[in-house]
């Protein structure tokens, strides 16, 4: 029996699968001509990996990209990988959302994929079909179906026209500590009728500060290589439903950093989507000091 995780699999079909132990680690490879994104999203009229992930058991079979999970894997040139791996939870149970980073390997004609998280999809043998990557297994008799393609710039620009159908809030979290400390929370709701998928890309969401009555920000938390182990990230969102986004925490010492005075600074959090677009709303004045 391959390993899974018992979660992840209930999720998709059966409860109660017990894990059997861990497969060995797989080494990254080099250069490989297989490198890119691949991924699993539903999606109208769009050309983003709309295609397989199921599961079944005893001829009844559920289609997960319907009920709203997501696959988005980066397969690097030098062996490493990132991606998200995401399952909707049932009533009463938690959602899967694993991340994906860790190593991968083909050989002869096979990727198999290593990391952290305790996913199927790393006891999977993902087979070469074209362009795309095809795993099959069976897990306590459930089995899973996995289709990935490659992500094409037609596609991510199909993607981004969607985003402007999202409501978009934002607030800024302040911890009452000395210096104090900051998180910024962004969230995209979907008012339509119809499911749309938001694609973010070059980083998540962060902050900004300004002197009060001035356009020019004086700190910016990209510049704190905040974005540095960032991937593409897809997330299917059905109607009434909303996707939420939190910046890494700042204190006030990394805002002021000894050359800012102490004083009130407007926030606001920003964030960027694929294929471009930028979203800068207000998170209100906050109150900065750091030991002198």
């Given at each position: 029996m391959r390993t899974a995780n018992a979660r992840a699999i209930a999720l998709l079909l059966l409860p109660g699968l017990a894990a059997?132990?861990?497969?060995?680690?797989?080494?990254?490879?080099?250069?490989?001509?297989?490198?890119?994104?691949?991924?699993?999203?539903?999606?109208?009229?769009?050309r983003f990996g709309v295609v397989t992930f199921t599961a079944e058991v005893g001829g009844a079979s559920r289609d997960m990209l319907a009920e709203g999970a997501s696959i988005v894997l980066d397969l690097r040139e030098d062996g490493t990988t990132s991606g998200r791996l995401f399952v909707r939870g049932s009533e009463g149970e938690d959602d899967l959302d694993e991340d994906l980073t860790g190593t991968w390997v083909e050989e002869s004609g096979i990727v198999r994929l290593q990391h952290a998280a305790d996913t199927f999809l790393r006891d999977m043998d993902f087979a070469v079909d074209g362009d795309r990557l095809v795993g099959e297994a069976e897990f306590g008799g459930v089995e899973v179906h996995v289709t990935l393609e490659p992500v094409s710039p037609d596609a991510i620009e199909d993607l981004g026209s969607q985003v402007e159908a999202f409501q978009v809030t934002a607030r800024v979290d302040v911890m009452e500590s000395f210096p104090v400390q900051l998180a910024g929370v962004m969230t995209f709701r979907n008012p339509g009728p119809v499911t749309r998928t938001l694609v973010t890309g070059v980083c998540w969401p962060l902050l900004r500060a300004y002197r009060a009555g001035e356009v020019t920000p004086v700190w910016d938390q990209l510049e704190e290589g905040a974005c540095a182990l960032f991937t593409t990230r897809v997330d299917v969102v059905a109607p009434g439903d909303s996707v939420r986004f939190e910046t890494p925490l700042a204190s006030a010492a990394d805002v002021l950093d000894d050359e800012l005075p102490d004083g009130t600074y407007r926030i606001t959090v920003y964030f960027s989507t694929i294929p471009g677009g930028e979203f800068e709303l207000e998170g209100g004045d906050v109150e900065l000091a750091i030991p002198r």
């Open positions: 059997c132990t861990d497969s060995d680690p797989v080494a990254p490879g080099e250069t490989l001509a297989l490198s890119g994104t691949y991924a699993a999203a539903s999606g109208e009229a769009t």
